[in-house]
T-cell receptor
Framework: AQSVAQPEDQVNVAEGNPLTVKCTYS??????LFWYVQYPNRGLQFLLK??????LVKGSYGFEAEFNKSQTSFHLKKPSALVSDSALYFC???????????????FGKGTKLSVIP | DAGVIQSPRHEVTEMGQEVTLRCKPI?????LFWYRQTMMRGLELLIY????????DSGMPEDRFSAKMPNASFSTLKIQPSEPRDSAVYFC??????????FGPGTRLTVT
């Protein structure tokens, strides 16, 4: 079974400060990891993914995430937060060993990010 | 390129009525997912298809819910009869071998 934990329901950060949204995962094999963002009244929007390779992954809108296998974490980061980054952020995982043809992702419960002007 | 298309965007219906939600995935994607999102339960996977074949429907709440994918470019999620507790935002998503899913704008369903 695969699972994702986002330990913070809400993160508040001042505009211009660095932000971190935390995610830890559990899989039986190697993970594929994803971050999505959801703005109010919109669908989830893909930000970035880790499949293999460099542990630091860069994505859309200046976001990046660091894969840490020993800590089973995949935290989302941005060096300088913008007010427009305020949204709901979801971490998701897929177990590489979940079977051929199976692309089911398991999503975390989401973290609400508020960037304060 | 057009993204995932869902219709209608909003649906208001009375309890007991049949509701049909529609989804057109991104062309070339071979997997399609139906999700439901509520404040109380968050994002729930209802069912997903691979190459038009239902793979896992364990998330479908009960027999009132059914989903079909008659071809690679169209899927429906039907609720019959609808109940107030079915009120939620329903999302369709599709993916290819690159693994990430692309979500549609959602259908906001209100059952009164």
């Amino acid at each position: 079974a695969q699972s994702v934990a986002q330990p913070e329901d809400q993160v508040n950060v001042a505009e211009g400060n660095p932000l971190t949204v935390k995610c830890t995962y559990s899989v039986s094999g190697n993970p594929y990891l994803f971050w999505y963002v959801q703005y109010p009244n919109r669908g989830l929007q893909f930000l970035l993914k880790y499949i293999t390779g460099d542990n630091l992954v860069k994505g859309s809108y200046g976001f990046e995430a660091e894969f840490n296998k020993s800590q089973t974490s995949f935290h989302l980061k941005k060096p300088s937060a913008l007010v427009s980054d305020s949204a709901l952020y979801f971490c998701a995982v897929r177990d590489v060993n979940s079977g051929a043809g199976s692309y089911q992702l398991t999503f975390g419960k989401g973290t609400k990010l508020s960037v304060i002007p | 390129d057009a993204g995932v298309i869902q219709s209608p965007r909003h649906e208001v219906t009375e309890m007991g009525q049949e509701v049909t939600l529609r989804c057109k995935p991104i062309s070339g994607h071979n997997s399609l997912f139906w999700y439901r999102q509520t404040m109380m339960r968050g994002l729930e996977l209802l069912i997903y298809f691979n190459n038009n074949v239902p793979i896992d429907d364990s998330g479908m709440p009960e027999d009132r819910f059914s989903a079909k994918m008659p071809n690679a470019s169209f899927s429906t999620l039907k609720i019959q009869p609808s109940e107030p507790r079915d009120s939620a935002v329903y999302f369709c998503a599709s993916s290819s071998l690159t693994h990430e899913q692309y979500f549609g704008p959602g259908t906001r369903l209100t059952v009164t």
